[in-house]
């Protein structure tokens, strides 16, 4: 796919994304942003708006719930059995898929300096809900999904209000 072809909608409003190839919608996700709002000021913890691209993907090939900090594997693989050590952390952890934003908007222009990504998340219980620090969490097989589906470039949109037009 060109990276023209597919764009994601981010409707905070809703907690949803909506994925557009061609102009046709295909698949809807359920996400989680900032759990304080939106905005764009740096060090605000809250999800920019506005027009954004994806400038860099990272986790290509990683395990389901393969942690990274600062966008490399950490080596822990994050799940849901009861042995897994990191299975209840309150931690916002970073899994599976990067897409990292950048802001293609004066208004939302820092957005990658304040790593903004669409990432696979440890809490998946509050996904539908205002929950994140700044990002855009996802299902960890959803951000897999996406991952493969976006290439680099690819447009994201993050709004308040809900509106299902790319």
């Known amino acids: 796919m060109s990276e023209t072809s597919v764009k994601l909608i981010v409707c905070a409003q809703k907690q949803m994304a909506e994925l557009f190839v061609n102009g046709q919608l295909l698949k809807t996700y359920v996400v989680s942003t900032a759990a304080k709002g939106l ?3 740096s060090g605000s913890n809250k999800t920019p708006i506005g027009l954004f691209r994806v400038s860099e993907k990272f ?3 990683a395990l389901p719930g393969t942690v990274f900090k600062s966008r490399l594997p950490t080596g822990e ?3 849901k059995d009861k042995n897994n050590p990191l299975r209840d952390t ?3 952890l970073i899994l599976t898929r990067i897409l990292w934003l950048e802001g293609c908007e004066s208004r939302n222009a820092n957005t990658k300096d304040r790593y903004i990504y669409i990432h696979g998340t440890n809490r998946e219980d509050l996904l539908g809900t205002p929950a994140s620090l700044g990002c855009v969490r996802i299902s960890n097989q959803d951000i897999i999904e996406l991952f493969d589906l976006m ?3 690819s ?3 993050i709004r ?4 299902d037009t790319p």
């Open 39 to 41: 905005g764009c000021e």
């Open 59 to 61: 986790g290509a090939n």
């Open 77 to 79: 693989v994050w799940s």
């Open 90 to 92: 309150k931690d916002d």
């Open 151 to 153: 290439p680099e470039g």
């Open 155 to 157: 447009g994201v949109e």
């Open 160 to 163: 308040y209000i809900y509106c």
